[in-house]
Nanobody, 128 residues
Framework: QVALVESGGGWAQPGGSLRLSCTSSGKIFNIGKMTWHRQPPGGQRDQRELLATISSSGIATYADSVKGRFTISRDNAKYTGSLEMNSLKVEDTGTYFC???????????????????WGQGTQVTVSS
C-alpha cells in the first residue's frame, strides 16, 4: 500500500506565505501527475477546487485564483511534492489536499499501481 501525507499548513496573515509538502510512503518507483486541491471551510469533498497540477515531467498549470501566487513543484527522486503559497488571501483559507493520479510501487506480487490517491489534508487559515 502507498499513502500521501500533507504537512506545512497553519496560520498566516494576509500577504503572508506558507509552504505545503506532500510526502509519500511505500516502495514507490513512480508517481504520475500530482495535484493540489482546496476544500473550503465546511465544504464537502465534491467542492474541492483544483489549484495546481504538475506532470511527471514537471509541466505546471494553475487555476486563475492562484496563478502568480502559488508555485507547485515535485522531487521525482524523493517522490514528494510541494506547494509554495505567497501573497495569501483570506479566501485561501481551507483544507489543502494533494493527489496523485497514479503511483507505482513494489509488492510481494511485483509491480502494482494505485490510482487516484489522496492525502488526509492540511488546514490553512489566513486571517488578520
Amino acid at each position: 500500500q502507498v499513502a500521501l501525507v500533507e504537512s506545512g499548513g497553519g496560520w498566516a496573515q494576509p500577504g503572508g506565505s506558507l509552504r505545503l509538502s506532500c510526502t509519500s510512503s511505500g516502495k514507490i518507483f513512480n508517481i504520475g501527475k500530482m495535484t493540489w486541491h482546496r476544500q473550503p471551510p465546511g465544504g464537502q469533498r465534491d467542492q474541492r477546487e483544483l489549484l495546481a497540477t504538475i506532470s511527471s515531467s514537471g509541466i505546471a498549470t494553475y487555476a486563475d485564483s492562484v496563478k502568480g501566487r502559488f508555485t507547485i513543484s515535485r522531487d521525482n527522486a524523493k517522490y514528494t511534492g510541494s506547494l509554495e503559497m505567497n501573497s495569501l488571501k483570506v479566501e485561501d483559507t481551507g483544507t489543502y489536499f494533494c493527489n496523485a493520479d497514479r503511483i507505482g510501487h513494489w509488492t510481494e506480487s511485483g509491480a502494482q499501481f494505485q490510482y487516484d490517491i489522496w492525502g488526509q489534508g492540511t488546514q490553512v487559515t489566513v486571517s488578520s
